[in-house]
């Protein structure tokens, strides 16, 4: 009966975080010992903390309603190496600005990242891995010359269809979602595909997807891999969303540092 409003309401819960923001005087443990920065983009400002080491810089990207701290269990991995480890906060999470998230603002915020810190190595989780293969897309001439993804959606028509079922609207809102996209980021829902986006990829990549993953479908994973030339897909089980797991981040580790050997 009032498809405006509704539109407002349903892009709202779509687009805006309900958790993930932090606070400097209350940081996770894992956070403080920390080199911390603050850079300004447009209107927002992001956040990033670095924990130093050498000349191989490692950009971590987290996902939906979290932040820089969800890679603590993945730390100790990459820091055998010896790597500058990187973290951004997404826009809306962490420490960084604004209320709203959408992949095409992440990828802003990485490639402004990328520019700052020329890291050699990224590595995404969940929306967080749609936003590094968007950015590498859109930007296959930066310094990346690896890319990690773990348990990513693929396409944006996808996620939108499972929000409308889960909130049952009717498919009308679809249409105006679409057009609200259209509007502000000039892009149909079909044509925002990781698996398309992929296909323009050169450099090497790890795609690694669950097959109990109940919060993305591990046939989003298979859609980015189909079309990434260079990239490698790992099957996991019962690992679920999270994709935190020994033998996983050995087999990452070896991909990115012991192949050069």
């Keep these: 009966m009032h498809p405006k409003k509704a539109l407002h309401v349903s892009y709202s819960l779509f687009s805006q975080p309900r958790v993930g923001k932090l606070h400097k005087e209350d940081l ?30 490692i950009l971590l990207v987290h996902g939906w309603e979290s932040n820089s701290a969800r890679w603590e269990k993945t730390l100790p991995y990459l820091q055998k190496s010896g790597s500058t480890i990187i973290a951004l906060d997404a826009p809306a999470h962490g420490q960084s600005s604004g209320k709203e998230f959408n992949v095409p603002r992440y990828a802003e915020f990485i490639n402004k990242a990328v520019e700052k810190y020329n890291p050699s190595i990224i590595i995404g989780h969940s929306i967080g891995g749609s936003a590094c293969v968007y950015h590498q897309y859109l930007h ?33 809102m679809f249409t105006l979602l679409e057009k609200r996209y259209l509007e502000n980021f000039n892009f149909k829902l079909d044509h925002f595909s990781g698996g398309t986006f992929a296909k323009q990829i050169k ?13 993305v479908d591990f046939k989003e994973g298979q859609k980015i891999a189909s079309g990434w030339k260079k ?19 050995q087999e990452i580790y070896q991909f990115l540092f012991e192949a050069k050997k």
């Design 231 to 249: 990239g490698r897909f790992i099957t996991t089980k019962d690992l679920g969303h999270s994709m935190h797991d020994d033998k996983l981040y």
């Design 140 to 172: 296959p001439e930066s310094s990346i010359e690896k890319m990690v993804i773990l348990g990513a959606p693929s396409d944006l028509k996808t996620l939108i269809d499972n929000y409308i079922q889960m909130l049952s609207l009717n498919r009308k």
């Design 203 to 215: 450099i090497e990549g790890i795609i690694a997807h669950d097959t109990t993953d109940k919060i």
């Design 28 to 57: 996770p443990t894992i956070l403080q010992n920390t080199i911390k920065e603050t850079f300004q983009h447009n209107e927002h400002h992001f956040q990033t903390y670095t924990w130093k080491g050498n000349d191989t810089k």
